[in-house]
């Protein structure tokens, strides 16, 4: 495909995705007359309007001829938007019945530059505040489909830059939705009376593809707000609390359930400074990579009432200088685990092995290696010569806490039937019992990376 067409689809799509971001007030005027043509289209005399400042704003009000049980809430149990969406998909699929066999190639380009990536952005940036608004059971309603930017760019598209062309009534037809799509926000349509939305007074973006796609964020505010107060707030994409912006702290981080949440608000306070607030100690770092091998180490100890730190990979010249020596970096590392409970921390003295502690030994095995010794099943199409670094000690994979059974004190039991209503941190099933004592007859004991899991 030629970088003309290329360069002519980047233009269209970022005149959308203007028009489909814009934070300029609605042109009611010509919005009313777009919604009023397509009313007319129906068979159906043009509503009266009913403005709102925002999503939230219609759902929490029942504008004035709008028929007993219905609401904005429940947009999808109402008459018109079916009738308004079978319209749309006909005039989707009349447009593309036009498009001939060599204009397919063009078709395509355009699906990949300008459809998908209006697409992914309304339902990035546009929709959420919509589904905030709404009840859980409501939330996902087909009727934002209908209205969605995305498919109108196309059309226009197939015709601007495709050379698709189209019969007058089917033009006028795109022409009506591309009018709506411009002139206006959301809307929702009843017989007798139709409820529009004015744009956000803000909306923050930023773009994340090659594509030009948007997702919502900001890092000072609210990525989305509206001239009534109503806003949602975003990380990087990811919809979150407007305490993650305005109050991020080590205690709501632990409190917070969802661990998207938490990855968010850890990187808003900042990584240094999470980990000092809350108090946190290195226990384990990464093993060695061949590029990293050949480096020297440095082996800190931390004197105070933080206890001793672990062994660590090359530090800054500042951090080495409080009593780091410089050794070659094994192939096997081994890392202290923290103080035994009741050890507030090491005498400016002692030296690293000044209590008793478990080693922990750190290796790279190949994966056929691992296949083989431990029985599991391993993909055909997997590399099996590649190494994977094996740690035999706690480890935290995302929200799990791997902790091998030599390391569990006895008093602990691991339970298969939880009580019923109370969590079980620990379980394990007869299948992973029987996996577990099978590992520990193929690993010794000091160099067991999966054993007792």
């Known amino acids: 495909m030629s970088d003309i067409l290329q360069r002519e689809a980047a233009s269209l799509r970022d005149r959308w995705l203007g028009r489909a971001l814009s934070t300029r007030p609605a042109d009611r005027k010509a919005a009313e007359a777009a919604v009023s043509d397509l009313y007319r289209f129906i068979g159906l005399s043009p509503p009266r309007f009913h403005w709102v400042t925002s999503p939230a704003a219609a759902f929490a009000t029942v504008p004035a001829g709008l028929p007993p049980g219905q609401s904005v809430e429940r947009v999808d149990a109402w008459p018109l938007p079916a009738r308004f969406a079978t319209l749309r998909h006909r005039v989707y699929g009349a447009v593309h019945a036009r498009v001939r066999p060599a204009q397919r190639p063009v078709d395509v380009l355009l699906r990949r530059e300008v459809h998908q990536p209006l697409l992914n952005t309304a339902g990035r940036c546009l929709l959420p505040p919509v589904e905030l608004a709404h009840n859980e059971a409501s939330r996902h309603q087909t009727w934002y489909r209908t209205v969605c930017v995305s498919?109108?760019?196309?059309?226009?598209?197939?015709?601007?830059?495709?050379?698709?062309?189209?019969?007058?009534?089917?033009?006028?037809?795109?022409?009506?939705?591309?009018?709506?799509?411009?002139?206006?926000?959301?809307?929702?349509?009843?017989?007798?009376?139709?409820?529009?939305?004015?744009?956000?007074?803000?909306?923050?973006?930023?773009?994340?593809?090659?594509?030009?796609?948007?997702?919502?964020?900001?890092?000072?505010?609210?990525?989305?707000?509206?001239?009534?107060?109503?806003?949602?707030?975003?990380?990087?994409?990811?919809?979150?609390?407007?305490?993650?912006?305005?109050?991020?702290?080590?205690?709501?981080?632990?409190?917070?359930?969802?661990?998207?949440?938490?990855?968010?608000?850890?990187?808003?306070?900042?990584?240094?400074?999470?980990?000092?607030?809350?108090?946190?100690?290195?226990?384990?770092?990464?093993?060695?990579?061949?590029?990293?091998?050949?480096?020297?180490?440095?082996?800190?100890?931390?004197?105070?009432?933080?206890?001793?730190?672990?062994?660590?990979?090359?530090?800054?010249?500042?951090?080495?200088?409080?009593?780091?020596?410089?050794?070659?970096?094994?192939?096997?590392?081994?890392?202290?685990?923290?103080?035994?409970?009741?050890?507030?921390?090491?005498?400016?003295?002692?030296?690293?092995?000044?209590?008793?502690?478990?080693?922990?030994?750190?290796?790279?095995?190949?994966?056929?290696t691992l296949a083989r010794q431990t029985g599991l099943t391993v993909l055909d199409h997997l590399e099996q010569s590649i190494q994977i670094p094996v740690l035999d000690g706690p480890q935290a994979q995302g929200d799990l806490i791997v902790v091998p059974l030599r390391l569990v004190a006895a008093s602990v039991q691991i339970r298969d039937d939880p009580p019923a209503g109370r969590p079980c941190p620990l379980r394990a099933s007869s299948c992973c019992a029987a996996r577990r004592a099978a590992t520990r007859t193929r690993w010794s004991p000091s160099r067991a990376p999966a054993a007792g899991r």
Do not use: F, K
């Open 151 to 368: 498919w109108i760019a196309h059309c226009d598209a197939l015709r601007r830059i495709a050379g698709v062309e189209l019969p007058a009534e089917l033009a006028r037809q795109v022409n009506m939705w591309t009018a709506v799509a411009t002139a206006c926000h959301w809307w929702w349509p009843s017989e007798h009376v139709c409820v529009m939305s004015e744009r956000p007074a803000e909306l923050h973006t930023e773009t994340w593809t090659a594509t030009g796609e948007q997702r919502p964020h900001h890092a000072d505010g609210p990525s989305a707000r509206y001239a009534d107060g109503w806003a949602t707030y975003a990380w990087h994409g990811t919809r979150i609390p407007s305490w993650v912006i305005h109050d991020p702290t080590p205690e709501r981080i632990s409190a917070e359930p969802n661990v998207e949440v938490r990855r968010c608000a850890i990187e808003r306070l900042g990584w240094p400074a999470y980990i000092a607030r809350a108090e946190l100690r290195l226990v384990a770092t990464a093993p060695p990579t061949p590029a990293t091998r050949a480096r020297s180490c440095a082996s800190t100890t931390c004197a105070g009432t933080r206890g001793c730190c672990s062994r660590s990979t090359a530090r800054s010249s500042a951090t080495a200088a409080a009593g780091s020596t410089a050794s070659p970096c094994p192939a096997t590392s081994t890392i202290r685990s923290p103080p035994p409970a009741g050890r507030t921390g090491c005498p400016a003295s002692s030296t690293p092995n000044s209590y008793a502690e478990p080693e922990v030994m750190l290796m790279t095995v190949t994966l056929a």
